[in-house]
């Protein structure tokens, strides 16, 4: 596959973007996937060539939270067993699965999440000084990200509200510090998927590795903001984000 000037710069572009949208939110892939599309590539291929950016992305976010000191490690075993199992599964099934149950399960998921932001906006912000539970002092919220490395295994746009959800509503963590969490799951959930996607031979690597250097780009920009901004800011991008991931599962 060949590949133009033309195209290289809107995988980059979409790369950046993508990369400053998944570390403050989620569903940056909603812009990397129909580029890849849009390059030839199926959806198949393009689901699992586009890990390759999330995956080198969330290595840049998960450093940055960690030098600035909002990456709480604490409980990070018991929060990383229930994704990973969940996203060895996902990607299993998607390896195998029709392509055309993708988008069904993108939309549904990016609808849910609007709902409940939209009935339930206090879910995303714990009161300023909450102390945040542990994995063991709410079952609930094993289950939750059993149910968010599963999707993030099988389709992975969008995976990043179901983590925020679950870290922020179940376990109430500061949205930063839930962005941090969410960082690192996606990263490690990400290499369990990729590594499937290599074996079964479904990966794009130059174009992947091109979308990769805007995402990177695109992280660091975003870890600097999240550090900086208001939880208010980070609350109102998360929402609007959320609906821009509707609006695109429903038309693309």
């Known amino acids: 596959m060949e590949f133009s000037l033309g195209h290289i710069a809107l995988l980059l572009l979409t790369g950046l973007l993508a990369g400053v949208i998944n570390i403050l939110a989620a569903g940056g892939s909603n812009l990397t996937l129909p580029a890849l599309m849009l390059m030839g590539l199926p959806a198949d291929v393009a689901n699992a060539t586009n890990r390759v950016a999330v995956f080198l992305q969330n290595i840049v976010g998960t450093r940055g939270f960690h030098k600035h000191g909002k990456l709480p490690a604490d ?5 990383l067993l229930p ?21 069904p399960l993108l939309l549904g998921t990016m609808i849910s999440m609007t709902v409940i932001m939209l009935v339930r906006p206090g879910l995303m912000s714990p009161p300023e000084g909450t102390i945040p539970f542990k994995v063991k002092q709410r079952a609930s919220s094993w289950w939750w990200l059993v149910v968010a490395g599963f999707y993030g295994g ?23 510090r839930a962005n941090a969490l969410k960082v690192v799951c996606t990263l490690l959930l990400t290499a369990v998927a990729l590594a499937i996607f290599i074996v079964r031979d479904q990966v794009m690597w130059l174009p992947g590795l091109i979308i990769a250097c805007g995402s990177m780009a695109g992280a660091q920009l975003a870890v600097k903001f999240a550090i900086k901004a208001k939880a208010s ?12 991931a509707s609006a695109a599962a429903l038309l693309f």
């Open 154 to 176: 099988f389709v992975q746009a969008g995976v990043g509200f179901i983590l925020v959800t679950a870290f922020a509503g179940s376990l109430r963590y500061d949205l930063v």
């Open 75 to 79: 409980d990070l075993p018991n929060i």
């Open 233 to 244: 800011t980070l609350r109102w991008f998360l929402f609007v984000m959320t609906v821009c």
């Open 83 to 103: 994704t990973l199992l969940g996203a060895g599964l996902g990607a299993v099934a998607a390896s195998f699965a029709p392509v055309s149950l993708l988008k």
